[in-house]
């Protein structure tokens, strides 16, 4: 049996650590949305109590794979970049919670033009910031239209978020960027430009080699290995993706074929 004392010392450490955070993430929600200057992203980059580390060493690993739900496969009527982006922002909703949710891409989709089919990352964040989604009870995987529901039920919605990365930044700078978030607990949100083959990645561990191109696909990078020298990703694609919907991408594919990165602030306190 757990010590009282043991568990009220991880109840206060969790809840100062939230606390310290807290003016920064206030301050970042007066800010434009997509904060990318270097020194404001390192400003605001959230520690998560539990699993990030704030040290200035990398980890030689780190998984976020245990505290995330199911991969699910993205609807006929859905985008990958909803999907990605609602599966990110549930990770830091369901962290200590002990009944975990699901939250719904498909109302960000359905509330923006045209349903999304070609929207921005800049719309579907901008999105989550401004309004925030709902349970997917609520608005279900590949709904098409919203219901009266929608407006009497709870919204959880991000605070800002970070552009770590762009089509500009250097091979090397952008699987920095991408680890120094993911060792601090944060996923990191990518938009992976290929010839389009790279949803075709079917019952393997490591990415085949992949060209460069024009076809713009969502993926969440979850955890890094230094020895392995790659990323692990989570696609919207299902479980017979890659390996069981996760795949492992070396760093220098990462560095060539990831063009833009992105990392939610959450709220303090979610319903």
């Given at each position: 049996?757990?010590?009282?004392?043991?568990?009220?010392?991880?109840?206060?450490?969790?809840?100062?650590?939230?606390?310290?955070?807290?003016?920064?993430?206030?301050?970042?929600?007066?800010?434009?949305?997509?904060?990318?200057?270097?020194?404001?992203?390192?400003?605001?980059?959230?520690?998560?109590?539990?699993?990030?580390?704030?040290?200035?060493?990398l980890l030689e690993q780190q998984s976020l794979k245990p505290y995330l739900m199911p991969v699910r496969k993205t609807g006929f009527r859905g985008n990958d970049l909803a999907?990605?982006?609602?599966?990110?922002?549930?990770?830091?909703?369901?962290?200590?919670?002990?009944?975990?949710?699901?939250?719904?891409?498909?109302?960000?989709?359905?509330?923006?033009?045209?349903n999304g089919k070609n929207s921005s990352a800049k719309e579907v964040l901008g999105l989550l910031a401004e309004q925030g989604t709902v349970n997917a009870a609520i608005v279900?995987?590949?709904?098409?239209?919203?219901?009266?529901?929608?407006?009497?039920?709870?919204?959880?919605?991000?605070?800002?978020?970070?552009?770590?990365?762009?089509?500009?930044?250097?091979?090397?700078?952008?699987?920095?960027?991408?680890?120094?978030?993911?060792?601090?607990?944060?996923?990191?949100?990518?938009?992976?430009?290929?010839?389009?083959?790279?949803?075709?990645?079917?019952?393997?561990?490591?990415?085949?080699?992949?060209?460069?191109?024009?076809?713009?696909?969502?993926?969440?990078?979850?955890?890094?290995?230094?020895?392995?020298?790659?990323?692990?990703?989570?696609?919207?694609?299902?479980?017979?993706?890659?390996?069981?919907?996760?795949?492992?991408?070396?760093?220098?594919?990462?560095?060539?074929?990831?063009?833009?990165?992105?990392?939610?602030?959450?709220?303090?306190?979610?319903?």
């Amino acid at each position: 049996m757990r010590s009282p004392l043991i568990i009220l010392y991880v109840s206060v450490v969790f809840s100062l650590s939230l606390s310290a955070q807290n003016p920064r993430m206030k301050s970042a929600e007066g800010m434009a949305l997509g904060i990318s200057a270097p020194e404001q992203i390192e400003n605001f980059m959230y520690v998560v109590p539990g699993v990030g580390s704030s040290a200035r060493d990398l980890l030689e690993q780190q998984s976020l794979k245990p505290y995330l739900m199911p991969v699910r496969k993205t609807g006929f009527r859905g985008n990958d970049l909803a999907y990605a982006a609602a599966s990110c922002l549930e990770y830091y909703v369901n962290l200590g919670r002990n009944y975990k949710i699901n939250l719904s891409p498909d109302f960000i989709t359905l509330n923006l033009p045209g349903n999304g089919k070609n929207s921005s990352a800049k719309e579907v964040l901008g999105l989550l910031a401004e309004q925030g989604t709902v349970n997917a009870a609520i608005v279900p995987y590949d709904a098409g239209e919203l219901t009266g529901a929608v407006f009497s039920t709870p919204k959880y919605d991000v605070v800002n978020y970070l552009h770590i990365f762009t089509s500009l930044t250097r091979d090397r700078q952008r699987v920095f960027e991408a680890k120094k978030a993911l060792m601090k607990g944060n996923p990191v949100l990518v938009e992976i430009a290929t010839d389009g083959s790279l949803q075709n990645q079917v019952g393997t561990r490591y990415l085949k080699s992949v060209p460069s191109g024009s076809t713009m696909n969502s993926l969440l990078v979850v955890g890094y290995d230094e020895n392995e020298e790659a990323f692990e990703l989570m696609s919207t694609w299902g479980s017979a993706w890659g390996n069981n919907g996760y795949v492992f991408m070396k760093y220098d594919d990462f560095g060539k074929l990831a063009v833009n990165g992105y990392v939610l602030l959450p709220e303090e306190k979610y319903p």
